[in-house]
């Protein structure tokens, strides 16, 4: 499917807004988090989460710069992302593992709709 550049452009500024967003969501949460970790599972989760927010950082950044790295960076990403979501219901709220599953599997998901859509919407790398 052969898209506009103009709906590519926009397509892949709104990736990019998402990534930055998740960025900022997970680095803040992340801050707030660190002096009310208690437990080996909560600093676990905390670090994971801020893992995440670099990273997602680091993907949008590799959009641009540094194309080869965007691949392994954005992998990165959804394997973070997926491990605080889970996380994050275990540690910090009433344990239940099927919910920690279940937001496991849609951060999953979503993460990999949002590098789907980057690979569409991005132009090839140039060689040098």
Do not use: D, K, Y
Not at 36 to 65: D, W
Not at 90 to 104: D, K, R
Not at 110 to 122: P, Y
Request: proline letters at 5%; one cysteine or more; glycine letters at 8%.
């Amino acid at each position: 499917m052969l898209l506009r550049p103009v709906i590519r452009r926009i397509l892949l500024a709104g990736a990019v807004a998402f990534l930055l967003l998740v960025a900022w969501v997970t680095l803040s949460g992340a801050i707030r988090q660190l002096p009310r970790s208690a437990t080996f599972g909560q600093r676990f989760e905390t670090a994971v989460q801020l893992a995440c927010g670099l990273l997602s950082v680091m993907s949008a950044l590799t959009c641009f710069l540094w194309r080869r790295w965007n691949r392994h960076l954005l992998a990165g990403w959804a394997t973070s992302l997926a491990i605080a979501a889970g996380l994050s219901s275990l540690v910090w709220g009433p344990p239940s593992l099927s919910v920690g599953v279940g937001f496991a599997a849609l951060a999953l998901l979503l993460a990999l709709g949002t590098i789907r859509l980057l690979r569409a919407v991005q132009p090839p790398p140039t060689r040098r």
